[in-house]
Each structure stands twice: as C-alpha cells, then as structure tokens.
C-alpha cells in the first residue's frame, strides 16, 4: 500500500494495534497495567532473590516470611531430602532425555513409585513430570466420549483440562453439594461409563470436601471416583494420605491424584490406585507417554521426602497448631475468613474488593510477609482472597510475628 | 410436554435470573443480552434440570447461544427420555 492513502473503509488503526490472535487479551491488559499504574508491586511478577528455609526468603530484597508457598511440610531443605537428590546428580546425571516408556525409566523413578505403594499402602502408583499432568492424562484417558464426569464447580484447573481433552459428558455440581451431585448421577443415562472426580481440599477457601457421604453416594451410583489429594498429601490423615484417610473412605475411591510440588517438597505428579488393570495407563496415557520423565535428582528427593513423611506424625501436629492459632488469630482481629473453622493448612482471607485485596497484599509484603493473592476469575463467586498456607516449619512465634503484620497491614488499608 | 409448555415453564424459570428484566425472545442470547457469568449459568442450568429432570452437560451448554436453541435442546432431551 502507497503511503498516505486512508482507505474510507479501512479506519486508520496505529502500528502493532491491530487486531490479531492477541486482541482477545486486550481487557486484561488493560485491568494489569490499571493495577500496577497505581504504583502496586506487582502480584505476579515477584521474584524470591534468595530463599533461606522453606519458610523465609529475600523477595525483592527484604526479608521475608513466606506464607503463601504450599511446602506444608517444610521438606524443602530436610537435610536427606537435599543428599538423596545430590547423590542422584553425581550417579545417574542431570536429567533422563526420555519418555517413561523409552529410556527414561532409571531405578530412581522406580523407587519412587514403590514409596508412594508404600506410602498409600496400595497396588499401584504411576508418576508423573506434574501433578497438573496427572490430572490431565488420567482424567483425558480414563472417561472418553459418551462416558460422565460429575465434578465440583470449583475443581482445579487441571481437572477442568483433563475433562475436556478427553472429550467425555461434562456434568458440574454446586460446590461440596451432596444432593446436586446425586441428582446428577442420577440422571446419567443407564449402560454410561460414570467418573466422579472431588478435591479433598479446595485450596481457595481451604475447606475440605464431605468424602465419606459423597463417595458413598457415588459408589451407589455405580461411578467411579477419583480424589485429587494435591493439599491434603503428608499432611491430613493419621498416615498423612489425606482427607480419604481421614473421612475412612480410602478403600472405596478408585484413584487418588497427588502433586510432589506441595508437602513433598520438589516437582512431580502422581496417581496410585488398587485397580487390576491400572498397569495399561501406562501405555495409553498421552501425557504419562509423550513427555520426558522427571530428573534422577527429583524422583530421589521425592522418594526420600515420601518415606520421611510416612513418620511425620509430630510434624503434622504442630502444623495443626499453627493452622488453628493462625485462623483462630485473623478471626480475632476481625478478618472475614473462607471457613468457620480451620480445616486444613490453607487459611483464606476474604477481601472486600481487588483494589483493597492488592493494596492489602502489598502491605504485607511490605511488612515482610508474603502470601498468595487470588483474584477473580481463578476464584469462587469472583472473590478476591489473600490465601495463607503454613507450613510445620513455622515457629509458634513466627505465627504471632504474622498476626500482628496482619493487624498493621489491615488497619492501614482499613480492612480491619 | 410440548413446545409451549417447554417455552412457558422456561420462562418462569428464568425470570429470577434476568434482573434487568430483559425482553425474553427466541434469539436473546445468554451471554450478550442476559450478561449470565459463568456462576449464574450453573445455577439457572441446575434449575432447568431439576425442574425436567434431564442433564444439560457442559458440552451441550456449549452449543446453546440462544433462549430459543435452549427451549428446542430442552423439548428434544424430554422427548428422549
Ligand atoms: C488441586 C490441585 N491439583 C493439581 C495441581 C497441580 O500440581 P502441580 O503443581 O504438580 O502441577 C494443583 C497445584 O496447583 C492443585 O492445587
């Protein structure tokens, strides 16, 4: 086109303005330079410049006390943790450049998988490169066209992703809503192939799931169920294998979903499961299949931090303590929270909107915390939340050191 | 249940849902004229389905833009039954 020419039909637009595949993401653009206009910190873009235990680092260079990084266990710098993970560098080298199911099989995923039967005390266990992928391959693999998956609303977003790339009926439920999730199941057609899929915790809220009457329920139904346990693992149940443990159910779900990225202290995914034919996933499951496995260094902290946990009796009960004083605490101070009554390591605090809920986060950061901010659409009833997980590193002091930031920070941005 | 009927209990069922009190035609789309986000969906889906007693799955929520694709995936899923 010559220069200078305004075509009438072609309104004139500036350079790199033009629509393409990105204009679908111009309003949150838009939304994220509103925020950060306004001198915020940005909520997504911070940087932990040292980390110095699994409960305190240097983030944008102020000391900090981290309260917002699911390590509940604080497994993170266990001192055999970090030797099994070296060893495993210097004997079989810095990663496997293979798929499961070529050449990336060493002893070390093997291992793995034989301390999650152990731990789970169950037939099966297949490791992932995430948990994220866990969800997506055994979901996608396992309910495929003409098959049901009644899930909860609020499901992560791996389940959401696995639910869709296998193609199978997609039936959501009101959140931790018994009766709708039985009217549901009721009304599959007859001869369908049935999957419920349920959260032990919801870590937007932290509020567990009433597994024992929806499994039941399930099960009536002829459904199969799978449990994902990714904030429940090491922690919840007297073993540590979750909110199934504790809720006695762990016989009656068909697979249970974990992440190593949270309690167990590195990066993986899992599935475990009793069910004879489980095996054969491993040939079928894309996302098992066609990714490379994880590092020898990985699979050998995860294994180590797996066996320890299973004797992390003490660990969890101070965890416990810090989760009630903490929720107990923020309650006392005024603060609006996402349950009654703690329920689990994540304690959220309901913002009012997502200017104060930014303001309120920056604050803290300020004061040396840092905590998870979760904004809408991520969230339930588009809430804005300030999401705390503590972790059984916390001391009884540091809990308290939290509280009294939380109560500067609240009253300066006149929440509280 | 015919269509009318199918149309006339919809309409009923709509109404808590529609707080602007929009004109309801076989082409007022959900998303556009309605403003439905995706928690309002679920609930003013969960009513429909109790009321007929049928599954309205996400995916067949995905091919209904309109009232009136809706009244007519509705009617069809009764008539299946
Ligand atoms: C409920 C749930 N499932 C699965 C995952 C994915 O885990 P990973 O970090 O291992 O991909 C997460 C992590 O955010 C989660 O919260």
Known sequence: MSEGISQPDKPET????????????????????????????????????????????????????????????GMTFDPDVVEAGKQALEDFGSGTTGSRVLNGTYQGHKECEDALREFYAMDHAMVFSTGYQANLGIISTIAGKGDYIVLDIDSHASIWDGCAMGKAEVVPFKHNDLEAMEKRLRRIPEGAGKLVVLEGVYSMLGDIAPLKEMVAVAKKYGAMVLVDEAHSMGFIGEHGRGVCEQAGVIDDVDFIIGTFSKSVGTVGGFCVS???????????????????????????????????????????????????????????????????????????????DLERGAAMWEALLKEGLYVNLARPPATPANMTLLRCSLCAEHSEEEVETILGMFKRAGKAVGII | MDRPETDQTIRRLIDPFNKKGVEITEATTFAGDLEFDSLTVMDFVAAIEDEFDVIISMNQQAEIETYGQLVGAVHKLQADR
């Open chain 1, 14 to 73: 500036l350079e790199g303005e033009s629509r393409d595949l990105f204009s679908k993401f111009d309003d949150l653009i838009a939304m994220r330079e509103g925020l950060l206009a306004s001198g915020q910190e940005d909520p997504f873009n911070l940087v932990m410049e040292k980390v110095l235990s699994p409960t305190r680092a240097i983030c944008n260079g102020r000391d900090t006390i981290l309260l917002g990084t699911y390590n509940y266990m």
């Open chain 1, 274 to 352: 009793n069910h004879p034919k489980f095996e054969i996933l491993r040939l079928v499951c894309r996302p098992y299949v066609f990714t490379a496995s994880l590092p020898p260094s990985v699979v050998a902290t995860a294994a180590t931090s797996i066996r320890k946990l299973m004797h992390g009796s003490n660990k969890r009960a101070h965890l416990w303590e810090n989760s009630k004083r903490l929720h107990g605490g923020l309650k006392d101070l005024g603060f609006e929270l996402g349950t009654e009554e703690p329920q689990s390591a994540i304690v959220a605090v309901i913002m009012p």
